[in-house]
Each structure stands twice: as structure tokens, then as C-alpha cells.
């Protein structure tokens, strides 16, 4: 796959990240632009699903940024131009298909005190009625499960080109010319979702108890 990275977008994330911008700005591409989307994340909601309350919390609490900071409020406007460009391809005419599989300590964890864990919990369980969208939860007692490894991302163009997105607390990492990487990857998640729980009526749950 050639490379997709925008000079504007490397730029706008250069300016706040001392990471290589190359691999987030190709991610974002990805985003617009994948039929097919496998998400995997035991720490925290993934990025194309928070909603700004909780995007906030959980990048200044990770990169130590203050709250009234100017690099976080860019930081929180780039992923939520993100989450919204995403929410809206899924009620687009062609939207992609999505499995995404969260481990049960992410929703259990209050980010950001109440009120934004439960708009959290209600977005999520709000896209999760999407046709297109696969969300499970791998509960406490599966015990260990293939998505504890760390966060990735998989995503496939409809023609069947797939990239795998790392993503780590000090850098990120592509992965586009490998097929058995990505189907291995792939198949994770697909394997993570189908033994989970449904996540609707336990997010629902969840956010009326708070």
C-alpha cells in the first residue's frame, strides 16, 4: 500500500505530539476510507468511540497535560473530528463494517467522574445499535484473552488491502505490507467478539446506575 499520510494532518499533529506524526496521519486516512474496521482495546474506549468529556480525561490523564492546556484542547478537537467523521460514515450510505471488542474494566472505570462515563456508556450503547456494528465486551470471568497483548486496530479497504495500527503511549507503529499480519490480527478480534457479551444491555445497565 502507498503511502497516504496528508502534510496538513502531519502537520496539525506535529505540533502537540512528540511522536512520528506519520502513522496517526495514515490512521486517520484509514478512517475515512476502510470498509472493514477491527478495533481491540483493554484500556480504555477506543478513539472513534469517545465523546469529548471522556477523550478529555483520558489524554490529559496520560499525557500529563493540565486541563486548560492549549495542546490538549487541540488533542481533543482532532479525536473528536475523528468520532464524529466515523459516526457519521455509519449513517452514511455505505458504512463500514465494524467489530470492536472492549475489555469489562473499560467500562467499569468512572473516567471523568458520572456524568461523562454515563454520555460514554449511552454513546456507546447507542452506536452499538448500528447494524453494521460488532461491539462485545469480554466480561472479568473469561479470564485471560488475546486482547490483553495491548491496543491495534486493523483496517481493510473494500478491496481487501488491509493495515494494522499500534498504538502506544510513546509511539505508534503501521503495519500495510504484510496480509498474514492482518489476518491474524483480524481474526482476534472477530474470535474476542464472538466469545464476549453483548454490550448493549449491560452498557445500558451500566450508565443508569451511575
Do not use: C
Request: aromatic share 6%; no cysteine; proline share 6%.
Amino acid at each position: 500500500m502507498g503511502s497516504v499520510v496528508m502534510a496538513d494532518t502531519a502537520d496539525a499533529t506535529r505540533a502537540h505530539d512528540v511522536r512520528d506524526p506519520a502513522p496517526f496521519a495514515q490512521l486517520m486516512q484509514l478512517e475515512r476510507e476502510a470498509a472493514r474496521i477491527f478495533l481491540n482495546q483493554p484500556l480504555f474506549v477506543p478513539g472513534l468511540l469517545q465523546v469529548p468529556g471522556y477523550a478529555k480525561e483520558m489524554i490529559g490523564r496520560i499525557a500529563g497535560l493540565e486541563p486548560d492546556s492549549a495542546e490538549l484542547a487541540e488533542r481533543v478537537k482532532i479525536r473528536a473530528g475523528r468520532a464524529e467523521a466515523f459516526h457519521q460514515r455509519l449513517q452514511g450510505p455505505t458504512p463500514p463494517q465494524i467489530w470492536a471488542a472492549i475489555d469489562e474494566g473499560v467500562i467499569r472505570r468512572t473516567v471523568g467522574g458520572p456524568d461523562v462515563m454515563r454520555e460514554q456508556l449511552t454513546h456507546l450503547a447507542a452506536v452499538a445499535k448500528f447494524d453494521t456494528v460488532h461491539l462485545a465486551v469480554i466480561p472479568f470471568d473469561h479470564g485471560a484473552h488475546a486482547g490483553l497483548g495491548g491496543s491495534f486496530e486493523v483496517h481493510e479497504l473494500a478491496n481487501g488491502d488491509a493495515t494494522v495500527f499500534f498504538e502506544g503511549a510513546h509511539a505508534d507503529d503501521i503495519v500495510g505490507a504484510d496480509p498474514e499480519v492482518a489476518r491474524r490480527y483480524r481474526a482476534a478480534v472477530q474470535r474476542m467478539v464472538e466469545s464476549g457479551v453483548d454490550a448493549r444491555a449491560l452498557l445500558e445497565q451500566l450508565a443508569g446506575a451511575l
